[in-house]
């Protein structure tokens, strides 16, 4: 196993279920300190709300290697050599190499945060956050910051659950974004939701702005970010840009990639081409069941499946992971921010004509206490009705609302079909027609009449 957290641990374990140590040797190569952690915990980790690191760990080394798992920490894979049945490896710590032969290979190398090239990056006080050790070096800066001036440079899933925790940790927070709105997972009208959102919050943002540096001062620590027409001052900045795979390994030793770079495999997770190869999580690329094509989703939701998938395949069962429709589900501090399937891009560019609509409704019946707005947008198939993509922004109760329509989509359903099912009532928890509901009738309504 290369990757020692959730694609490669789950696979591990599961294949440690299936054949005991004496049918089948399990050898894991991790270069970090942790193993199965929750990289999606690290912001509500440095905000507070998680108070110690070791709650995000689910099994430490020492469980791992208690249940016949031979874990190599701080051991970083260096070459895949894939007619020798090998691979090379390196000790962080002292440099020193060897190799060691498989004949079952799984590849978990996770994804890579975006660094973009640009004079002062490498500063002391910018930070990525990706793993545990990255979430532990921003706290640590956090503590020692003179002042309380923090940017966030990217508006996606990572950039906005930084900047909430940053606010509950004091900060006066700027957010920097190239894109027109932020979090352009959705459709420019429902970022637009979040913007004046987050705003509302006391977070300024910075829209259609490129960051160009990183400026530092005397004594070599970041003093401000830099876009072609203004700077922001900051005592701490976060990347939160984005990730890629990260096939370096993968494609060094010419095993297939896909359009978006990460590692191709069959339903199986075996790596295309390659009978003793798997491959599973941030690395590898997987099939959107709605539009029918290969991406790119980096989720631990996915990861821990497709491992459970890869652990039962190599451990000498049977398994498959169909693929994904893309749900995702993220908050800045009350706002709820949830989607699935495709945006309005994402069907253009798979060739399919849509009617859209966008209702307004609430969390719980509008009489009861504790009532509040949430806004649902839901694409749908022009000639059959068939059920495209739902986006939700809201506040408490929103955001899983998304789960109906990942049912709906994964079940290839029309939006008239949706209109009938038959979800849980009571004036706490929805109004009479939950809004996902509403939006349906909408959208059947709008197919009904299209041309």
């Given at each position: ?38 990289a999606c915990g690290i912001p509500y980790w440095v ?215 990460g590692l191709l495999t069959d339903l199986a997770m ?182």
């Open positions: 196993m290369i990757g020692g957290d959730a694609a490669g641990m789950s696979a591990a374990s599961q294949a440690r279920r299936l054949k005991g140590p004496d049918e089948l040797e399990i050898v894991a190569f991790e270069r970090g300190h942790f193993t199965s952690y929750s905000g507070g709300q998680v108070s110690d690191r070791d709650e995000l760990i689910a099994r430490t080394p020492e469980e791992h290697r208690s249940r016949g798992i031979g874990l190599r920490l701080r051991t970083e894979v260096v070459e895949i050599d894939v007619g020798g049945g090998r691979v090379r490896a390196r000790d962080v710590d002292s440099g020193a190499e060897s190799w060691t032969s498989y004949d079952k290979l799984v590849i978990a190398t996770g994804a890579r945060p975006i660094r973009p090239d640009m004079p002062g990056v490498d500063a002391p006080g910018v930070h990525g956050v990706q793993t545990l050790d990255d979430g532990q070096e921003l706290l640590d800066t956090l503590t020692r910051a003179r002042g309380r001036r923090a940017v966030v440079v990217g508006a996606g899933y990572i950039g906005v659950e930084m900047a909430e925790a940053l606010i509950h940790r004091g900060y006066e927070v700027t957010v920097v974004n190239r894109g027109a709105e932020p979090m352009s997972t959705l459709d420019a009208d429902m970022g637009r939701l979040v913007h004046e959102a987050m705003e509302g919050m006391g977070i300024t943002m910075v829209n259609d702005a490129e960051v160009t540096k990183i400026l530092t001062g005397d004594d070599g620590q970041v003093r401000a970010v830099a876009t072609e027409d203004a700077e922001y001052p900051a005592d701490v900045v976060v990347l939160g840009i984005g990730v890629r795979p990260e096939t370096t390994l993968a494609e060094a030793a010419g095993l297939p990639l896909g359009e978006h770079g075996r790596v295309r081409g390659h009978e003793n190869i798997w491959a599973g999580g941030d690395c590898v690329e997987v099939l959107d069941l709605v539009a029918g094509q290969e991406r790119h989703v980096a989720l631990g939701t996915h990861a821990n499946k497709q491992g459970q998938v890869i652990g039962t395949n190599a451990g000498g069962g049977y398994a498959t992971f169909p693929g994904v429709v893309g749900t995702a589900v993220s908050k800045v501090c009350d706002l709820e921010i949830a989607r699935t399937g495709l945006r309005e891009k994402d069907a253009r560019r798979a060739g399919l004509r849509f009617e859209t609509v966008v209702i307004e409704s609430t969390s719980r019946a509008g009489y009861y206490p504790g009532a509040s707005p949430m806004t649902v947008k839901m694409l749908a198939e022009r000639r059959t009705g068939r059920l495209l993509g739902v986006q939700i922004v809201g506040r408490e109760g929103a955001g899983k609302r998304v789960d109906i329509a990942a049912v709906a989509l994964t079940a290839g359903m029309t939006v008239e079909q949706m209109t009938a099912l038959d979800l849980g009532y009571a004036p706490p928890f929805s109004p009479v027609w939950d809004p996902v509901l509403v939006a349906a009738r909408k959208a059947a309504g709008k197919v009904r009449g299209a041309p």
